[in-house]
């Protein structure tokens, strides 16, 4: 039997890893003048938001998968992709900024399916009222 939240469960572990990525993110903002700084990101191993978005696949017939679930898992990383400046730092301003918007899109998105799945909880333990 899988729990009555188990459908917010793997959304809490993407705001998770959203909210460790802006706090990191914002830890690079704040170098962008420190020599030598190299910025870094958060990567996430494959597979790991499978069941982020609420899709479960049922085996019913050979050749059908299961939902992928598990434990969140990232890691830190410099990013290789920014490009070193002259003083050695590899933080972008622009590129940075960038990042923290999309970032904090995809938060506010996911925070949007919590509360459509909270509220629909809601609407359970009323009897549809």
Known sequence: MSSIL???????????????RHNLLTTNLSQVDTPGFKAQDLVREANEFGGAL????????????????GNARWHVARDVFSPVGA???SVSLDREAVKVASNNLRYDAITSMVKTE???????V???K
């Open 54 to 69: 609420q899709v479960e696949m049922e085996a019913r017939a050979p050749g059908h998968f299961g939902s992928a679930g």
């Open 118 to 124: 909270l509220d629909n909880l809601d609407w359970a």
């Open 126 to 128: 009323r009897d549809g």
């Open 6 to 20: 188990g459908g917010v469960s793997p959304l809490h572990q993407a705001l998770d890893y959203h909210l460790a």
């Open 87 to 89: 003083d050695g730092n």
